[in-house]
């Protein structure tokens, strides 16, 4: 008997069989991991959500439609953003910004793979913590 599958994992199923995609361990050690090239597009750290490593000039791009959107957490600072995913629209929203991951990391290669950005994962505390006193 199997379970129903979550949002997340019907998601990594779809994007595992996308050709610039191949599932790697995450440099975070959490979840499972999506990798383009050398660099790594998401982490999939629980059943409910998902980084993307979006880039800083990606998500300024479109930063006014991702703040309108209830699925996504941006954090100040970081190229990657959280998706949160509940139902197919959120997955479907998730596959749009994988797209447009895979284009920017294309439009502007990464020169030096040793300092890629940590996903939010481990941010994400320490972010709240330091927007709570208010800076």
Same mark, same amino acid.
């Given at each position: 008997?199997?379970?129903?599958?979550?949002?997340?994992?019907?998601?990594?199923?779809?994007?595992?069989?996308?050709?610039?995609?191949?599932?790697?361990?995450?440099?975070?050690?959490?979840?499972?991991?999506?990798?383009?090239?050398?660099?790594?597009?998401?982490?999939?750290?629980?059943?409910?959500? !998902? %980084?993307?490593?979006?880039?800083?000039?990606?998500?300024?791009?479109? #930063?006014?439609? =991702?703040?309108?959107? /209830? $699925?996504?957490?941006?954090?100040?600072?970081?190229?990657?953003?959280?998706?949160?995913?509940?139902?197919?629209?959120?997955?479907?929203?998730?596959?749009?910004?994988?797209?447009?991951?895979?284009?920017?990391?294309?439009?502007?290669?990464? !020169? %030096?793979?040793?300092?890629?950005?940590?996903?939010?994962?481990?941010? #994400?505390?320490? =972010?709240?913590?330091? /927007? $709570?006193?208010?800076?």
């Amino acid at each position: 008997m199997m379970g129903t599958m979550t949002a997340a994992s019907r998601a990594l199923t779809r994007l595992a069989t996308w050709p610039d995609l191949a599932e790697v361990r995450p440099s975070c050690g959490t979840g499972r991991a999506l990798r383009s090239g050398g660099v790594e597009i998401a982490h999939f750290h629980s059943d409910q959500s !998902v %980084d993307l490593h979006l880039t800083g000039k990606a998500i300024h791009r479109f #930063e006014r439609d =991702l703040r309108h959107s /209830t $699925a996504i957490r941006l954090l100040p600072g970081s190229p990657w953003v959280t998706v949160h995913l509940e139902c197919e629209t959120d997955i479907d929203l998730l596959m749009t910004l994988v797209s447009a991951a895979l284009q920017a990391h294309q439009r502007h290669p990464a !020169v %030096d793979m040793t300092a890629l950005p940590r996903c939010n994962e481990d941010r #994400e505390v320490a =972010l709240t913590r330091e /927007t $709570a006193g208010g800076i």
